[in-house]
């Protein structure tokens, strides 16, 4: 699998090269009067859009729903004891991803190592090692045919998918896009199951790649968008990815020295006017419960299709039929997040990290050194909807009864407190991350991104990058762009 991401273009800001030197050296300089511009959330994208439009000269305002910034960047730091944590939202980084990391460097945050392996399976009732495991696949009890026999998940995948990743990874950025579109009809369980150019895989082995490599909770979405965004990264050996010491939220709030003064908390736009001078975002002041008028040149929206669907736009049709579609249909995947805290890392006794599951649990990841809370539970799609259905106090106890199959009664008389997170509960964002269904980077295309009249659209469901803060970034300096050359 490829060790890089795709290079591609908007015009003539190309990724990553043009988009480097922005962070680095600025937005161009034009001729011309400052622009002021309403930004509509705080996250990733909306902060590097006021960040480098502040810069440029124009005037930002940022307008937030919650009371913090970040957006899906999120760490949980109570009820937890003092200096311990949990990121409840983007948890790591590949160190492909260019702009995320320029930001690092650019405040000088400090960074771990994030440990992406699994230690120990659960799996059909069998526990077994990695080693084990990667030593004798058939281990796991997988029902295959007999030529997939001794083949692990993702060599079964590789047989599946290598003849249409040979044809992408060897095309130009025009022939990538014609590979995406031509294979965007497929779902990833049905491209598997009725393969067009490679080998067709047995329910059985479908099984097996969907747990052992994390697609069993969303198999019916795009295979394109699956495997380039998700597979063909978390699961490549090559990479390594990457976490801010002290908490991934360092890295909004780092923004905030030079941005504070710009941002209005506990604003919930409502209305968004396209009028012939300019932009009207009409926004309830959730302290005083009094509406609030911000007027600017353009507006850039950065918050997901998904809770947009509650902000008016007025007038209606000064929104293309397309763009209205794009953000009433877009797919949003959901995922919860179950952080416990023990009163040691008795997990390093048993020289177990990371454990992967076929149980409500799905993965388990253990903290960085000097931290004690571990991510007991992280499930996505359909599997998260399991841990939605329940209140908190029995999240943790089915967590916490879910490990003790694995760690037995430590798990018990260890734990001292837990917390969960779903983002499919969230007001701000009714999911996690952006994922296409089958025919939506067709339906969609360039329809997500481009600007409609004065309202331009950031964040990771715009961008290249589904599900990461790389796409958030991407999104951000795209717009910032469109906006400053207007």
Not at 220 to 247: A, C, H, M, Q, W
């Amino acid at each position: 699998m490829s060790k890089r991401v795709d290079i591609h273009s908007y015009g003539e800001l190309s990724y990553p090269k043009d988009m480097l030197s922005i962070i680095q050296d600025g937005l161009p300089v034009l001729n011309g009067p400052p622009k002021k511009v309403v930004i509509v959330g705080a996250g990733m994208a909306g902060l590097v859009c006021a960040s480098l439009l502040k810069q440029a000269g124009h005037t930002v305002k940022i307008i937030e729903g919650s009371d913090r910034v970040g957006g899906r960047i999120y760490t949980l730091r109570k009820p937890f004891s003092e200096g311990q944590y949990l990121d409840v939202g983007a948890m790591r980084f590949p160190n492909i991803h260019e702009l995320i990391f320029a930001y690092i460097r650019k405040f000088d945050l400090p960074i771990n190592e994030f440990n992406n392996e699994n230690d120990l399976y659960f799996v059909n009732g069998v526990q077994s090692t990695s080693t084990t495991y990667t030593q004798n696949p058939n281990v796991l009890k997988f029902p295959l045919a007999p030529e997939e026999q001794g083949k692990t998940a993702k060599e079964l995948l590789s047989l599946a998918v290598q003849p249409y990743l040979d044809l992408y990874e060897s095309a130009s950025p025009a022939e990538k896009e014609r590979l995406r579109r031509k294979f965007d009809r497929y779902s990833f369980e049905g491209f598997l199951r009725f393969n067009p150019l490679g080998v067709s895989l047995s329910e059985g082995a479908i099984r097996k790649v969907k747990v052992l490599l994390g697609i069993e909770g969303f198999p019916e979405l795009s295979f394109v968008d699956i495997l380039l965004d998700i597979v063909r990264t978390v699961f490549n050996p090559d990479l390594k990815f990457y976490e801010i010491r002290g908490g991934n939220d360092l890295l909004p709030e780092a923004f905030l020295p030079d941005l504070s003064p710009h941002i209005l908390y506990k604003r919930k736009v409502q209305q968004i006017f396209q009028e012939n001078d300019g932009v009207r975002v009409v926004a309830i002041n959730r302290n005083t419960y009094e509406y609030e008028n911000f007027k600017g040149d353009y507006v850039i929206v950065t918050v997901p299709y998904s809770v947009m669907q509650f902000i008016d736009i007025i007038p209606y049709d000064s929104i293309s039929f397309e763009k209205w579609k794009a953000i009433k249909e877009l797919s949003y995947v959901s995922s919860v997040k179950i952080g416990l805290e023990f009163k040691s890392r008795f997990w390093e006794e048993l020289k177990i990290a990371n454990v992967l599951t076929d149980i409500p649990l799905r993965y388990t990841y253990s903290p960085s050194p000097g931290r004690q809370v571990m991510l007991g539970s992280y499930s996505w799609g359909a599997n998260a909807n399991l841990w939605n259905s329940l209140p908190e106090r029995e999240r943790i106890n089915e967590a916490l009864y879910g490990l003790s199959k694995v760690f037995g009664k430590r798990v018990y008389e260890e734990f001292t407190k837990g917390a969960s997170y779903s983002w499919s509960q969230n007001e701000f964002s009714a999911g996690c991350f952006t994922l296409f269904a089958p025919n939506q980077a067709t339906d969609f295309a360039d329809r997500l991104y481009t600007p409609e009249g004065r309202i331009h659209f950031a964040g990771e469901h715009t961008s290249t990058f589904h599900g990461w803060v790389e796409g958030a970034i991407e999104s951000a300096i795209r717009a910032a762009n469109e906006v400053n050359k207007r």
